[in-house]
């Protein structure tokens, strides 16, 4: 129970960040910015807090980081696709699958960093 409060706190950030990153995203597309360089910095964005949840998680937890990693990335995607569907009531598509893999290896990759960091 108690770690699953703790994922809950990562998850609550996470939504925050997401909905901050959504809202600005959006802005500079009704400002005229083009799309595909928005999708490309909500990548980019998404890419370090994959990583960086991961990395602090794995870091405070001290042990397996790829697993951390791997568990928190999957608990952020099956959030994105639930909000997904539910919002936007389409499927997933290949491209969106891999977009959610490369997350995911942005999440290991984060955990796995943390767990070998070395604590001062």
Known sequence: MNKLIYYFKYVGVFLIIELLVT?????????GLNS???????LIIN?????????I???????????????????FI???????????NNGI?????IYYIILV???ILGGMVGVNKKSK
């Open 23 to 31: 809202f600005i995203t959006s802005l500079l597309n009704l400002l």
């Open 36 to 42: 595909g360089i928005t999708t490309i910095i909500l």
């Open 47 to 55: 890419l370090a807090l994959f990583f960086t949840l991961s990395y």
């Open 57 to 75: 998680n794995a870091f405070k937890m001290h042990k397996k980081g790829l697993i951390e990693g791997l568990t928190l990335g999957l608990i």
């Open 78 to 88: 099956v959030l994105m696709i639930l909000i997904k569907v539910a919002l936007f």
């Open 93 to 97: 598509h290949i491209s969106t699958f």
């Open 105 to 107: 290896i942005a999440s």
